[in-house]
């Protein structure tokens, strides 16, 4: 398959996928999704709950390979895609730096991480154990394994989700501003609006299960202009146009 090219960093195409189950009853996840992230920019996938929205990030991830349709990856090389997932999956027995060092090709174990850490408010963390780390500090190590390699693609599967509200806030403003100073292409999937709203540039509203697109809805306005007002004019007109969205 040839890697995605011209406009767009992603493109992905999945016209039908079905689960055959072992009891003889199939079940058709998606039906027909087709859509494309630019380069450097940060599109969320939204959808009512088991519409396809993981099998659609485990497709692109290449840990699902039976499917009709084709995918265009981004062309760098070599290639790297970084996935955060809605369990930090962070190895027990390692501190927050190894696991974050594991993650990193042979010829860059020793790359200067202190930035990242730093934005990402765990500096102090970097020598504590997984056990040792509230969720809302796993997931930012989480976080800070998927930047470290410096992806060409990042995916985000609900990587907010049973967060406290504030601290789910919190660390939707610290991606913000990570992924703002380290701009990759990026796919996310969230049930939540509010989050779509405020961190990407498109946002992809699929059907019940099996998927199609309801629609896809572009953000121009910068982040930096994204304020209170704003977002709740902009989710106000969302919702009109994607009724049971919110
Ligand atoms: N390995 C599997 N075998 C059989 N069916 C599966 C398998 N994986 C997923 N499914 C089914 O496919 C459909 C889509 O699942 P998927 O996890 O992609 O949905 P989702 O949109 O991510 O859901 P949620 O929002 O609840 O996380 C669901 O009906 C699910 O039960």
Redesign the pocket.
């Known amino acids: 398959m040839p890697p995605a090219g011209g406009q767009n960093a992603l493109e992905v195409e999945i016209r039908d996928k079905v689960?055959r189950?072992a009891d003889g009853v199939d079940?058709r996840?998606i039906a027909d999704i087709a859509f494309a992230v630019e380069p450097a920019s940060f599109a969320t996938l939204i959808?009512?709950?088991?519409?396809?929205?993981?099998?659609?990030l485990r497709i692109i991830l290449g840990l699902d390979s039976e499917f009709s349709g084709q995918l265009r990856l981004p062309e760098n090389e070599p290639r790297r895609i970084a996935a955060v997932f809605q369990e930090p999956r962070l190895l027990p027995w390692r501190t927050v730096e190894d696991n974050v060092r594991l993650a990193l090709a042979d010829d860059a174990t020793d790359r200067d991480l202190s930035d990242l850490f730093a934005a990402l408010g765990l500096s102090e963390m970097r020598g504590r154990f997984p056990g040792e780390l509230s969720l809302g500090l796993a997931r930012r190590a989480a976080l800070a394994r998927a930047f470290a390699i410096r992806p060409s693609l990042l995916v985000l599967d609900?990587p907010f989700v049973s967060l406290d509200e504030q601290t789910a806030g919190r660390l939707r403003n610290l991606l913000t501003e990570v992924w703002s100073a380290r701009p990759t292409t990026a796919l996310m999937?969230t049930?939540n609006l509010r989050e779509a709203v405020q961190l990407s540039d498109k946002i992809i509203f699929l059907t019940e299960?099996p998927?199609r697109i309801r629609g896809i809805h572009e953000i121009s306005t910068p982040r930096a202009e994204r304020d209170t007002r704003w977002r709740e004019t902009t989710l106000s007109t969302v919702a009109k146009r994607y009724s049971g969205v919110l």
């Open positions: 689960f189950g079940v996840a959808g009512p709950s088991g519409c396809g929205k993981t099998t659609t609900e999937v049930h299960r998927a």
